[in-house]
């Protein structure tokens, strides 16, 4: 069976054997892959919303595995209890409700033994609460798909080596390992940053003018790390 690159990046960092809560699973295209791989012992898949539920569930029953995936309507990590499972994906929603969907998991996420987590935006701010919160990043991937390029992170319980912040932000271990998009993505970032900069000069707030001259000191933090990363940033 085939999955979507960036699915199968997700599935790459779950060790065989492990017991998997999909949270915001959707088409559950995920935990029918782990299942039919051998790769989860158990995969439940939840969703808030009753339509993605339904395309789960019709996904699981052509696939025959009704009986071997459990779906559960609830929010984030509320559909498994302490301990049910070992391993959580959290992908395809914000950094934000990500974050959210940790901060309220209590006891569920303090028992978890991997999360793995693929922000659709605010990465950096995601890392940044990860690393503050008690999770190690453990690995990172970037992989291009439909001309978008998404960050999958593997964050364990543990505390971060990392202590740079814009470092602990863009992605500490995509950094080490000198990942082939970072670069491009680094680009990206410093492009939007640029953007929000010219918009802010429009403002004659002091707030706004203090905001900014974080916002570019940081930007040009991220134009040495891209340096770094062999990459010249020539826009
Ligand atoms: C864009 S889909 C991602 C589907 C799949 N995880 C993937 O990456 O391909 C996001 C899904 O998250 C669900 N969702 C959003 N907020 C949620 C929450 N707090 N708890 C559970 N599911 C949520 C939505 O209903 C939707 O089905």
């Not at 990043?137 to 202590?163: N, S």
Request: proline fraction near 5%; hydrophobic fraction near 40%.
């Amino acid at each position: 069976m085939k999955l979507p690159h960036r699915l199968m990046s997700i599935a790459n960092f779950i060790p065989a054997g492990s017991s998997v809560a999909d949270i915001g699973t959707d088409h559950a295209l995920l935990p029918v892959y782990l299942i039919r791989e051998g790769i989860a012992s158990r995969v439940i898949a939840g969703d808030l919303n009753e339509g993605p539920l339904e395309a789960a569930c019709n996904n699981i029953r052509e696939a025959g595995l009704a009986d071997r995936i459990g779906v559960r309507r609830g929010d984030g990590l509320d559909i498994t209890w302490p301990g049910e499972v070992d391993t959580a994906v959290i992908a395809g929603m914000g950094g934000g409700t990500i974050r959210d969907i940790l901060k309220l998991a209590g006891e569920t996420a303090a028992r978890l033994k991997r999360i793995v987590l693929q922000p659709m935006g605010d990465s950096g701010d995601l890392r940044e609460w990860l690393a503050a919160n008690g999770w190690r990043i453990e690995d990172e991937d970037l992989v291009r798909e439909d001309g978008h390029i998404y960050e999958i992170i593997l964050a364990v319980p543990g505390r971060e080596t990392e202590t740079d912040r814009t470092l602990v932000s863009i992605g500490p271990r995509l950094f080490e390992k000198k990942h082939p998009l970072l670069a491009e993505m680094i680009k990206a970032k410093i492009r939007k940053n640029r953007k929000i900069i010219a918009a802010m000069q429009l403002s004659r707030s002091p707030e706004t003018g203090i905001k900014q001259q974080r916002l570019m000191e940081r930007t040009r933090k991220l134009e040495r790390i891209a340096d770094a990363c062999q990459v010249p940033d020539d826009n």
